[in-house]
């Protein structure tokens, strides 16, 4: 059912030649889109081990730094789509003060999900609030740092310095 459904959306919503039985769009793919995903899908592992390097570094050189870096358990093989770090309660700057400041330093930052799940407009008529504070302290307070297969050793080693330098705001230094 959900797959005939799909087929309906990729295809202007016709159910058969010319009958549009609901609103749909093209979302097939060309054929240039497809070489390009194709050479893309082969450098896919070389991308996920320098995303894989770039998360290591920063692990290493954010340690200290009172951010609360990415937990990967044992045996999972992360490949760091996003590295998201948590600013705790206590961190130096407030989020967006951190943003602002990684910013003036030429550091992009982004902030994916600043909206709980359960504070989302299309719950809101699901006829059931929740509280879901750890949802709430994450969504308030964490924000992804560069770690994408481009990222250079340089760059990688200039965030981590620019990260490292807002300790010494709570030093009084």
Do not use: W
């Not at 959306?9 to 240039?32: A, C, E, P, W």
């Not at 070489?35 to 896919?44: C, D, H, S």
């Not at 964490?142 to 030093?171: M, N, W």
């Amino acid at each position: 059912r959900i797959a005939e459904r799909v087929r309906l959306f990729i295809d202007h919503g016709q159910s058969r030649k010319y009958l549009h039985t609901v609103i749909g769009y093209n979302y097939r793919m060309t054929n240039i889109a497809a070489a390009i995903g194709t050479v893309q899908v082969e450098r896919l592992e070389a991308f996920n081990e320098r995303r894989i390097e770039n998360a290591r570094y920063l692990d290493r050189h954010l340690a200290g730094t009172g951010l609360v870096t990415p937990h990967v358990a044992p045996g999972v093989r992360h490949v760091y789509h996003q590295y998201v770090v948590k600013l705790p309660a206590g961190y130096p700057l407030a989020r967006e003060a951190f943003i602002s400041a990684l910013a003036e330093r030429g550091v992009g930052t982004a902030v994916h999900y600043p909206i709980p799940l359960h504070r989302q407009p299309v719950y809101e008529g699901a006829g059931k609030t929740a509280s879901c504070p750890v949802s709430e302290d994450l969504a308030a307070s964490v924000v992804s740092l560069p770690v994408h297969p481009s990222v250079t050793d340089e760059e990688r080693a200039y965030i981590c310095d620019a990260v490292g330098g807002f300790q010494a705001l709570k030093q009084g230094q």
